[in-house]
Each structure stands twice: as structure tokens, then as C-alpha cells.
């Protein structure tokens, strides 16, 4: 196990998050991307939440308070 993972960090960057997101939000593929595949499905059907659900885990990625599958926070960029 990595130093970073140790602390709570997760390994996945959060740039490529937040672009996953900004640009395929609508399909969840930011959500893919971290391991939430369940909640990646949810909003594929409902397409981001028509919206809100993206804009918010856009917004929670870019302040740093969006996390991984395994509760891990997305700190690096």
C-alpha cells in the first residue's frame, strides 16, 4: 500500500475526475472512473441527475471533497 493511500488518499487523480466529469458527467463516467459503479448506472439513467447530480460532484471534485470507492478523498491533481 502506498503512502498516499495510507492517509486517505486515493491513487486516482483529480484532474482527470473533474475533466471526466465537466465533459461525460451526463454518463457518469467520472463515477466509473473512482470505482462507484452503482452510482455511475444511476446517473447514466438518469442522465447526471438531469444535471444537478454533475454539477455538484463537479463541484465537490474541484474543492477536493469528492472520494473514491473506498472513502479515499481525490487530492492530487
Sequence with gaps: MTEAAANGVSPRSRTV???LAFFLGGLGIHRFYVGKIGTG???ILTIGGLGVWVLIDFIMILVGS???KEERVLATW
Excluded: G, L, W
Design 17 to 19: 475526475a473533474a475533466v
Design 41 to 43: 448506472v444511476a446517473q
Design 66 to 68: 469528492f472520494k473514491d
